[in-house]
């Protein structure tokens, strides 16, 4: 037992040796292990905290990029939408213009044919009436040539008649 007894006993001068070894120990563990452990922590932390930032940084960029591009997009699509607009309105206009200008054509054509039709109808008047002349002169002629009876007077109107139908 004596020797167990050693171990339990407490000596003043051996605890006071142990705990300045461990003074000793903490501080040689503090001054070679502690500080450069420390200092790669807080480089770590550092370069954290700044790829962080960046990170931040780029994000605000990229969301400000994003902002630009929608609003350019936006733009070009009101643009877009402005010049279907345009293109609409000159396409109806000029398809009125075109309407417009074959329809005064189509009005000038007609009016045309009309006084065409209406010249070849006093044409067509004046070279009867030149024949039915024609034929009452010669009726005329006739008549006064001789006498006429009540027959020949009917074959000159028979004939008369006949001429104007052929001339027709």
Same mark, same amino acid.
């Given at each position: ?5 050693? #171990? ?12 300045? @070894? ?12 502690? @500080? ?7 480089? !770590?932390?550092?370069? $954290?905290?700044? %790829? ?17 591009? %929608?609003? &350019?997009?936006?733009?070009? !699509?009101?643009?877009? &939408?402005?010049?279907?607009? &345009?293109?609409?309105?000159? $396409? ?8 417009? %200008?074959? !329809?005064?054509? $189509?009005?000038?054509? *007609? ?6 039709? $209406?010249?070849? !109808? ?28 009540? *027959?020949?007077?009917?074959? #000159? ?12």
């Amino acid at each position: 037992m004596g020797l167990y007894q050693d #171990l339990i006993t407490l000596d003043g001068w051996t605890f006071l040796a142990q705990i300045c @070894n461990l003074m000793i120990q903490m501080l040689i563990f503090k001054k070679f292990l502690l @500080n450069p452990i420390k200092k790669v922590i807080a480089d !770590r932390k550092a370069k $954290a905290d700044s %790829e962080i930032a960046d990170a931040q940084k780029l994000r605000t960029e990229a969301e400000a990029m994003k902002a630009e591009y %929608e609003q &350019n997009l936006q733009n070009a !699509r009101a643009e877009a &939408n402005q010049i279907v607009a &345009n293109a609409q309105k000159t $396409a109806t206009a000029r398809s009125e213009e075109i309407v417009g %200008e074959a !329809r005064a054509q $189509a009005a000038a054509l *007609k009016q045309k044919a009309e006084s065409d039709i $209406a010249q070849e !109808r006093k044409k067509a008047v004046n070279e009867v009436k030149d024949e039915i002349g024609g034929i009452a002169m010669e009726i005329a002629s006739k008549v006064v040539e001789r006498e006429i009876s009540e *027959k020949d007077h009917k074959d #000159l109107i028979d004939e008369f008649i006949k001429n104007v139908g052929e001339a027709s």
